[in-house]
């Protein structure tokens, strides 16, 4: 049994964030993950850039049963703050859309920081090494045994195990096993920033637009987000569609707007008497793609010159361009979820710290609290300053 400082489950973005800085604090610091490489998110993220943080980031961004926990956190550690570090590693990166911060070459440049960071701070990282079982000693440390007969004695066990999301790359439920463990409620989780699919009617329809992309906004729950739409042989999906599943509920319709430049209403009353012999598809797809406009048409059996086509027939097909609304009957679940919504609830941790109000020595941080952010880099951010915090004192 060796005696050590800090305990940290999970080598992925929080994790590794959380090993530095107490390591920079003279802590002995282990970091052991089930999985045999590091930081597997960080890896495929951004298509392998590695969307790091978000310029944009505020509280604003993130879902929680408690909107103001991540306060504190994202405070004391920003993005500018990591953006520092970044580029005191030499990173050159650039900024997309909305504030997304990449890497200019690939994510493992993301990792391969963080793993020197760890080195500086003398971490110790133990991959292939799965916890069996954890105890709470009479003097408040933990005493953890892994599955091949490792053992440590720790002052502070932190929790950084992630979610549910994309199981392929290692994420299982133990964060959660191990908060059940010590009696912590858990905020009920479900599969967030991911495809939402339809019955197979529509499925089939949206599949005959495999590959075709809008501009669009999204509605659902007096939520909206303008981004990309793009349509799958399995249903939605694109940033739009990504950023309005953390906010729709079993049961939930949203309401899409295919062109929010356009009201299509207005263009198709100009051309029935300015174009009266042109087909309302041809119309259609001044403003929507050709194969996008025939399907909408075809759905109103409006194969007839514009010119003789009813007002009333014509607000109809507008209707489905500029307020389509549609039933999802799922989402394609963890396999392909960016992150997961719920976890660990936030009133069992302080929000300075992320330890455990109930279990002194127990912290819990990144994906398995109950903070989820949207699409762009927040996630990240999340793990990056949330990590800090519990660095800062474990």
């Keep these: 049994m060796k005696n050590i400082d800090v305990l940290v489950v999970g080598a992925g973005a929080a994790g590794l964030m959380c090993a530095i800085?107490?390591?920079?604090r003279g802590r002995s610091v282990v970091v052991v993950d089930h999985s045999d490489k590091p930081a597997e998110k960080i890896r495929i993220s951004g298509g392998g850039r590695c969307n790091f943080t978000n310029i944009h980031t505020s509280p604003e961004n993130f879902l929680s049963q408690n909107k103001r926990f991540c306060?504190?956190?994202?405070?004391?550690?920003?993005q500018h703050d990591f953006i520092e570090m970044v580029n005191h590693h030499e990173i050159s990166w650039h900024e997309k859309t909305l504030g997304q911060l990449f890497c200019d070459e690939s994510s493992f440049q993301i990792i391969?920081?963080?793993l020197d960071e760890c080195d500086a701070?003398?971490?110790?990282?133990?991959?292939?090494?799965?916890?069996?079982?954890?105890?709470?000693?009479?003097?408040g440390g933990f005493d953890v045994t892994t599955r091949t007969g490792a053992q440590w004695t720790c002052a502070s066990l932190v929790v950084a195990c992630g979610g549910l999301s994309i199981p392929k790359i290692g994420a299982t439920g133990f964060g959660y096993q191990i908060a059940r463990q010590f009696g912590l409620n858990i905020?009920?989780?479900?599969a967030a920033l991911v495809p939402l699919t339809f019955d197979p009617e529509l499925r089939a329809q949206m599949g005959q637009l495999s590959g075709i992309s809008v501009d669009a906004v999204v509605q659902c729950n007096k939520k909206q987000f303008r981004e990309g739409l793009l349509f799958t042989h399995r249903g939605l999906s694109g940033p739009s569609i990504l950023q309005i599943s953390s906010y729709c509920d079993e049961g939930d319709g949203i309401v899409v707007n295919l062109n929010p430049e356009e009201d299509a209403f207005d263009?198709?009353?100009?051309?029935?008497s300015e174009t009266p012999k042109q087909a309302v598809h041809t119309v259609l797809s001044r403003i929507l793609p050709n194969r996008l406009a025939q399907m909408i048409t075809?759905?109103?059996?409006l194969e007839r010159p514009i010119g003789e086509t009813g007002d009333k027939a014509l607000r109809k097909l507008a209707m489905d361009v500029n307020q389509w609304a549609v039933m999802p009957n799922g989402t394609e679940g963890y396999r392909t979820a960016e992150v997961t919504i719920g976890g660990v609830d936030t009133n069992e941790l302080s929000s300075k710290t992320m330890e455990c109000r109930s279990v002194p020595g127990l912290y819990f941080i990144g994906e398995v609290?109950?903070?989820?952010?949207?699409l762009g880099g927040f996630n990240f951010q999340w793990a990056w300053s949330s990590g800090w915090s519990a660095g800062q004192v474990a």
């Design 267 to 272: 263009l198709l009353k100009s051309a029935k």
């Design 369 to 374: 609290v109950d903070v989820t952010g949207h």
């Design 112 to 114: 391969d920081m963080l």
């Design 71 to 78: 306060v504190s956190a994202l405070k004391r550690y920003t």
């Design 121 to 139: 701070a003398d971490v110790t990282i133990r991959l292939n090494t799965e916890i069996s079982n954890i105890i709470r000693r009479d003097d």
């Design 187 to 190: 905020i009920p989780t479900r």
């Design 21 to 24: 800085e107490a390591g920079k």
């Design 298 to 301: 075809a759905r109103h059996d």
